[in-house]
């Protein structure tokens, strides 16, 4: 493989540097007759013309990552202290708050907000290792370097994964070893599979002999290799598979949290949560170990706000976590927002009705839907009786009257039609517009 192995001195010029602070700032899209995009500041003032199908603005520290996409050409933009400037990169993304990852020819490198380079673009992958380090990955060798560029391990070791709380687990001649966060040896305990945590436990799992163990920060065995399977949840527990097949609780000292075991431990979207399984039957367990909802549900899912949809004997009951209440009335479905969090609510089928549930407000009855599904671009489709769609938004309103044949989301419009075979667009105001054909 080629790489390019240095940055171009020019970028360096390419961003002024922070002085002070950057005002809070929002970036508004402004669009023309034909649904190309431009981009100005609060002050309504030209950020980048309107001549863009799309833009994406990412926020990064007190400035911005444009990314801006025509017909022909798709082109990265930094905006900092109300300057625009263009970025020579096949692609630029977000590293973290400090540092942007850039490419040409699929050939890897980074520069910080201040424009300075940190790393040459040589690199086969850059990652971010917690918030003060990345791992990079050159010729099938992967190593670790600060955010400065600094090496912490050198790029010779078959796989690296990072432990926020412990470090760096470096794969090499068979055997994973943790290193510090300055690339020192911890401990002597040595594996073949690491598990690490999602969230920030200062415990982490280690295979050997195809048997589970735990380590603490340290790199010492506080359970020695001895576990079938090993689970970390983010409430604070660990699940363990015991030889006659059933899962325990342990605390984060491996010390049994809960008594009795169970077929099945699983994670809760809500992460002071968790869901145990006894008998094809689900219970909700929290970050104390007492059950919030018994072992008798069918299914036990978190919609979002401190509400769970809970099937009981094929019907759905709406359960809020502050109140430890079920809401009166039973549905038969529901649809929420899965990983949107801008959704103010979710979506309940009644009497072969769907119909708007509220976080904060309940059930509402202003609309009334036949049939309803989710899109990738964050909407609903909806469907009356008469067949025709509408688009029904996370917040409970309804963007497009239910008057068309068929609706395709596009970029920030939808593609309609009513009659026929006569496409045409219109905007989220479900005003007609003259989109350019691609």
Known sequence: MHYCTLLISAICTLFVAVSSAQENSTLRKVYQENCLVGLVDANSKEVLPTEYSTIETTSIGNDWLLTAKSKTELRYFWYQENKVIPLPYTKVERLNDRLLKVSKDGVYGAVNTAGKGVLLINYQEIVTAGTSAVITVQEDAYGASTLEGQTILLNQYAALKYWSMGGFWGLKDGDYQLYDHKGQKIGTTICDIVRIPTADLPVCGVRKDKKWGLVNTKNELILDFQYKNIL????????????????????????????????????????????????????????????????????????GHNWYAVEENTVVKLFNLKTQEFTKGAFQKFLNAVD???????????????????????????????????????????????????????????????????????????????????????????????????
């Open 232 to 303: 970390f949840l983010d409430a604070g527990f660990i699940a363990v598979l015991e030889k006659d097949k059933k899962w325990s609780l342990l605390d984060l000292k491996g010390k049994k949290a809960v008594e009795k075991t169970y077929d099945l431990i699983l994670p809760s979207v809500h992460a002071q949560f968790v869901k145990v399984v006894e008998g094809g039957q689900v219970g909700l367990m929290n970050a104390a170990g007492k059950l919030v909802l018994p072992v008798k549900y069918q299914k036990i899912d978190y919609v």
């Open 340 to 438: 949107n969090k801008d959704w103010k609510g979710f979506l309940v089928q009644e009497e072969n009705q769907w119909k708007w549930f509220d976080f904060e407000r309940g059930l509402q009855t202003t609309f009334a839907f036949k049939n309803v599904s989710r899109t990738s671009s964050g909407v609903v489709l909806v469907e009356n009786e008469k067949h025709q769609l509408g688009v029904f938004s996370g917040e409970g309103v309804l963007m497009l009257p239910m008057e068309y044949q068929a609706i395709t989301p596009k970029d920030d419009f939808f593609r309609v039609k009513k009659i026929g075979l006569d496409w045409y667009f219109v905007n989220q105001e479900n005003e007609r517009v003259s989109c350019m054909s691609e």
